[in-house]
């Protein structure tokens, strides 16, 4: 579709390609999958009169493979509008381009490419583990977006989380239409609002819902539960890599025991799931326990409010590690050597001491003391 468009200038003349009115007017039918076909159809017709274009042989051919580059008749493929040919060329090219350049030998370019291989290994692993072990953020108290957040990995789950969102911001119900089979809602969007002929037009979805079997033609308020037959499980958590079967070497036998088996399993892993979480409803939640409480149980015993025995402190046992290292006194010397000479407030002089343990002021001390008990021996 890119590729078409820019080929419209050399096959319109620019004169045209530069009124704006025409080109908006092509690019608000081209551009979008929120129309159906026959308006996109009659929209066609009518540029095609106004500009005097139904003689030119390359919209003519355009407009026969409509089918194949439209989004208009694509919007009712599932999935359509996530991936396009365009979005897959320039994903590779990315991928390629971090790895490659022209200068790369042979065994380079594959040992680059095993370690492209081997990061995209990882993040698949790391977000497989997320998506199993971790819960996203929830934004609302809807059932269906719990289940969506139980089904879907993370990716899958926010692009869902988003359109849940939307139809409770953006959606709401015109008119209503029921009978014995099935309802009918006129549901109004303002975020799909479209462009035609210049002016926008009001989205409105009409959306079928028959309780029984649950199914529905769109999403809508109505729909609490996902429908089964709508969750794919390419999306899920349990969509695993598988390898693959080459319809021209493999024999019809041998495809079909494998879908067996792998039905087989399917159904297995659904049936264990089922049964854990039965078995998480009938077993009681532990009490949270602290870690002397833990000891206990385990150990058989408990513990005494009272302690009577106590660790000796003290002595200095054979074997014992002391928490400091003896030092000589010459390591003690050399250690006060590297120390810098600083000013002591009591002696005045260059020291490696201070104030707080200058030998004067001991000796000081000392004096005071002999000088006290002479005193008391005079008295």
Sequence with gaps: MWHIMQKLSGK???????????????????????IDPDVFESEWESIMNDF??????????????????????FRHEPM??????????????????????????????????????DSQRYIYGKNTHNSNYTTPDLKTHL??????????????????????????????SLSVQESESCSTFVIRDTEADYRIKGSWVQAKYEVTYVPDPCSAKCTCLRVFHFPKQYMDNRWSKHAMTHRSVDANKASPSSTNSDYVVEATLHIYRDNQTALMEKAKLDVPNPSNLNTNEAYARTLGVTEPEELTIFTPTGINNKGQVMRTRRKSKSEIAIELSDKPMRM???CHKLARHDSRNCPTKKNKGLEDEDVDQYMDDSD
């Design 80 to 117: 359509s509008s996530l991936m396009r040919t365009t979005s897959r060329s320039e994903s590779e090219n990315h991928f390629l381009g971090q790895i490659t350049n022209p200068y790369l030998s042979l065994v380079e370019f594959l040992s680059h490419y095993d370690t492209a291989v």
């Design 12 to 34: 319109v003349g620019p004169d045209l390609c530069s009124k704006d009115d025409f080109m908006q007017r092509l690019c608000d039918i081209v551009w979008t999958d929120k």
């Design 52 to 73: 005097n274009l139904n003689d030119n042989k390359w919209l003519n051919d355009m407009f026969e493979m409509r089918t194949k580059w439209i989004p208009a008749y």
């Design 143 to 172: 059932v269906i977006e719990k289940e969506a957040a139980d089904f879907y990995t993370h990716t899958i789950f926010y692009d869902v989380q988003d359109e849940i969102w939307a139809s409770l911001m953006d959606c709401c």
């Design 344 to 346: 002591c407030k009591t």
